[in-house]
Each structure stands twice: as C-alpha cells, then as structure tokens.
T-cell receptor, first 116, second 111 residues
C-alpha cells in the first residue's frame, strides 16, 4: 500500500526564484493538504485541495498557490522566494466526502527547501 | 495567546519509565484531537486520534482529553529508546477544518 510520496526530497533555490513541489496521495485518498514546518516548529496549514478545488486556506500570501490533478496528485508552487520560505514542506492526504469522518491525515516525508 | 501550547522540551527519561506529554489550548471549539510522532528527517506519523473528551488506549499509548480544562495528554508506558522522537499534538474544530499543531516536544529515552 503506497503511502504519501513527495518529490523532490531536497531543493536549494535562490531568493526571487520560483519552485514547484509535488505530492502523490496515499492510495484511495482524494484530499491533499499542504503544510509548512519551520525548524523547531509544528506544521502550519497552507491549503487543502479536494475535487481539484482549493477548499481551505491558511494565513499564507498569494505567492503560495497549488493545484490538484484528476488523479488526486497535487503541486505546491511558491513564487518570489524569500529566505523565510526555507522550511520542510509536508503533504498530507485523507479521504474527503462521505468517508471523511474516520480518515485522519497521513503525511509524506516532506521536501526540504533551502532558499539562499 | 497561541491557540495550542506545547512545551518543546527536550524531555529525557530512562528506558522503561512512563512518559507524560501535554498540550493546552485556548479554542473551546476544538473537538478532534491527535498525537503525531515525528522522527528526524521524516514526516509526522499518526499515533492517536480522539473525538471530544475521554481516554483512548492503544498498546503502550494512552491519550486523554479534558475539554473543561482545555488540556490533552499522551502517556507512553514502558518507554523504549525507539520512542525517542518529537511528539506533536494537533487539533481541529471539525473533521474538515484545518488542523492546528503544537510546536512539538522532543523526547529522549535513555537506554
């Protein structure tokens, strides 16, 4: 049973550049959430996608955008990178819709983004 | 005041001891409570998932929720060196709402 997979595992970018991170949800899951985890902090919610639509959004600027594809996989895009965007970006999947009641989040191992 | 408060530790205990980890929260609307374990360079792994108040036990782990006090706990019995990790509490008002995490407590089990 394939869990949540994320790519790449590590990435180094320069200030002002743009980055795209990718996520494949756990088999059978249709909802993808993205979190940012700074060093020594808990994960912070960025947004959630269900049925290819952004369903909820946390307190992140518009530089952070995403997309969900028909196969439920997802991308996180960050434009105009800042030093403060350096963090571990976590993707989590769950089951939305009628099956959501007993479907907690399952996390991938994240993408470590370093902005220099 | 932060929505979820969690002592970052580190907490060091000898192998075999009972470990108590705690979080407090300010939002009385929280109904779903979770504990995640995160090893270094890995994503969080769900340990316990409870709804509303009460206790839940799973093997060596027991989760307690005291909603009137806005306080949740995770107990680990017969702690093992492999339990050394960061433990994150998390909670949300409704099943579909975003989950709010604590900062995490770093736990070291000493052989």
């Amino acid at each position: 049973d394939a869990g949540v997979t994320q790519s790449p595992t590590h990435l180094i970018k320069t200030r002002g550049q743009q980055v795209t991170l990718r996520c494949s949800p756990k088999s059978g899951h249709d909802t993808v959430s993205w979190y940012q985890q700074a060093l020594g902090q808990g994960p912070q919610f960025i947004f959630q996608y269900y049925e290819e639509e952004e369903r909820q959004r946390g307190n992140f600027p518009d530089r952070f955008s995403g997309h969900q594809f028909p196969n439920y996989s997802s991308e996180l895009n960050v434009n105009a990178l800042l030093l403060g965007d350096s963090a571990l970006y976590l993707c989590a999947s769950s089951l939305g819709g009628a099956g959501r009641r007993n479907s907690p989040l399952h996390f991938g191992n994240g993408t470590r983004l370093t902005v220099t | 005041q932060k929505e979820v408060e969690q002592d970052p530790g580190p907490l060091s205990v000898p192998e075999g001891a009972i470990v108590s980890l705690n979080c407090t929260y300010s939002n009385s609307a929280f109904q779903y409570f979770m504990w995640y374990r995160q090893y270094s360079r890995k994503g969080p792994e769900l340990l316990m998932y409870t709804y509303s108040s009460g206790n839940k036990e799973d093997g060596r782990f027991t989760a307690q929720v005291d909603k009137p006090s806005k306080y949740i706990s995770l107990f680990i019995r017969d702690s093992q060196p492999s339990d050394s990790a960061t433990y994150l509490c998390a909670m949300s008002p409704n099943r579909d709402d975003k989950i709010i995490f604590g900062k995490g407590t770093r736990l070291h089990i000493l052989p």
